[in-house]
């Protein structure tokens, strides 16, 4: 039985030696991203996770992407032209462009993209990309014979015209969708669901294509041969690789994954600080953690004045301070006073100077209750017409953030105003029924919740759905209730107005009413940080920029010393 | 025995029934719903999320879905999964055989090595062997599984290097054949199974230690002894093979955790598992995926509950039905 056993352990140590030297890395060039998973979906139109959206960009290619600087620049097209109305954007596509399949891509196939989410039958993310098209209602309207779009007119094989049914500077974004080959994706009109069983198989002009897929474990790509711009990219192949967060710093130290995306622990950043083979590159989240406050009639938060109270009264930096600053000094955040991207063009100084700053003032807070009428009662909690200042907030359970912020909340949204925080706590999903789905029938149940916001673009227009009007109903974006009729129309005209630049004023105009109003209260917006090996060149990771945007510049070292 | 069987079988049906129905009720009963979980907070207009809810047929009452769900399932369509936008079929088919690889194995080695080391130590009981085997169950019971699948995980991948730190295959890494497919996925198997195996070893060989040390108390196992058989005859032949009776209950009691897998363990060597499929299904509620894989589950508890108490008669002569 011992000499068996001896004999079993040893087996598997020679095994285990002469197996490991079997299946190292091959090639040198070989990227290897770490993630915390994909979908297994790389096709645009139904992946929901944005792991699988970094291979959707190597294997796919629009006509427009973006730049580090966040401005559209041309990608499969050569150049575009706008239309005096500035309704009509025309494209007009490279010289002999291919799928990697090696069939020619044609204008025919980028109709075809938009003809695919614009399917009556489409139940994707992505129907905003086309419901502003002109002859959307009609082409996309269940039982519709239509073949094609008013809106998509396919002009010669390699120049296409969209026309929008509303002049709005947001209409560019629209159109950068990955091509997709119309002989490949085949369906009939009102079945595009049948192009879901080619979700593991993609096929697409991007500068790579899929090499291997392994379900819940890896994804491998090589370069594509028949990419329009094969010689600018560098690295032959890219694998995203699943990790598990306890050890992904692991994996990364011993090389065996060049870059972690994203990382949002303290720990992870100092122990690659630490690492002489390690660099961080740190960058602004374009997002953040928010309170929303609840402005219906039937709400302790309806009033202005208490929302602007309760904002004077929490303690912002003492919440970076001990929430988001590690032991060694690493700051994980920073607040900010406006409710949209940091990143964006509109985030200027001067905006920032216009705008309410709610920086903790405790006697200001107080202040502002007093003179609206809510007067302390015997038990020290202010009432005003007979209703007291308790304020109903709806938490998930053992969430790493709400865990420290909760009593702190207590504390700052009670005895310190005369106020009292009654918490209720439930699962993500019963919160999103609670202020979007059944958010009409519910809204006299919460006063406050906490989630976080990731936006995908550097346009403030992206921010005008959450305190519209008329989203103020079931699964409506406006989870804050507010109706203000002034803002609905400011935002509406912002829009119009083409040229960046010019829009800037609009919006200073904007959020200094929005922030008067303060249905958001900006918790944190996190600095994340992309971790990586040195041997990683080239990287310039943005919010809105990630390392597959910039593939064309990167350069993997190759290993110093065979291990 | 036949009748018996064929009574037990029958009487599965409205058991059966009755699960799938509390079953459907609880996962629709659960707040929230799948467009709404697909969707979070995304935009889309009022007639796509229309759509959405009609196509899943969720906008008619629980009952009518539950009938639709259940006429649809015994005719052998168990529905589409909108998160994974695959036929719920598939999903679990290519993921729980990945489970199930992990799971047999360590079933495979729990057993060859409980069965000796429980005989041995009820053979000598109170002895060094038995003392430092009684010492290292119940570490194995009390450690957490995450924890030793940590250790496991820095010790051999991280420090040593010998094992691979995680995944079913390397990454990026193109086999050249099914049999280099294997030795891989083999290699990659050693550290998740041994913490299986670990865990079940350590309440197998309890169970086969007091099963051989109620046996070894018998009359007839004094006989044998007195009668000069050898040692190893009496323990193999008489002692164990009634001792073994209990255990042979506990195989079919397993069956069904074979085909599952252990979230934890799964997430931190990710495992391409079912284990964490069916928990994001769950946040997620993906209700044709849940709905047929807890099924599925209960089918086969059923089952081996089943096989267990024939099992038991086959070989206990004592026992007729």
Redesign the interface.
Known sequence: ?KRTAILLVSI??V???I??G??A??QPQ?L?VGCE?T???FNQN?T?SSYSTWAINLLFEGLIMLDKTGTYVPAAAKEWKVSEDGLTYTFTLRDNLQFSDGKPLTAEDVEYTYLMVAD????G?L??NV?DFKGFAEYSA?GSTLTAMEGIKVIDKKTIAFTFAEKKRTNLAKLGLGIMPKHYYVFEKGNV?AT??L?DKPLGAGPYMI??Y?????I?MVKNPKYWDAKAIKID?V?I????S??EM??LQ?G?IDLIPGSVEADKRDTARNDANLAVYEFPRSGFGYINFNCSEVAATHEKEVRQALSYAFQGEAVIDTLFTSETGTKLAKTQSVPFSQVSWAFTDELLKEVTSYTYDLAKANKILDDAGWAKGADGIREKNGKKLIIKMAAMPEHPILDSLVPLLQKWWGEDIGAKLEVEY?????I??YI??NADTNEDKWDCFFLA?TFPSADPDSVR?SYASDEIKN?G?N?NRLKNEELDAMFKEAVKIIDQEAAKKAYIDIFKLLTEENPTLVVYANVYADLASKRLKGHEPGPLFSWELNIKNLTLEPVADAK | MAKYLLKRLLNLIPVILIISLILFMILKLMPGDTVSAYLGQRKVTEEQRQMMIQNLGLDQPIFVQYVKWLWQSLQGNLGESLIHRKPVVEIMGSFIWNSFMLNIVAFIAAFAVSIPVGIKSAVKKYSLYDNAWNVFSLMGISLPSFFFGLLLIFGFGVFLQIFPLNGMVTAGYLHANGFERALDILWHMVLPATVLMIIDVASLTKYMRNSMLEVIKQDYVRTAKAKGLKDKVVIYRHAFRNAMLPLVTLLGLYIPGLFSGAVILETIFIWPGIGRVLFEAITRRDYMLLMASNMMFAVLLLIGNLLADIGYAMVDPRIKY
């Open positions: 039985m598997m140590l095994a285990s030696m197996l490991s079997c299946f890395k091959q070989t290897t998973g979908d297994g979906i139904y929901n009556p039958k489409y139940d993310m129907v905003d419901v269940e669901a879901a069983s979700n090499e291997k392994e379900p819940n474990q890896y491998s192949r694998v690789k699943s990790v598990d306890a050890t692991d994996e011993t065996k439930m699962e993500f999903n019963a999103l029924d979007s789905t916001n759905t699964n974006q989870t």
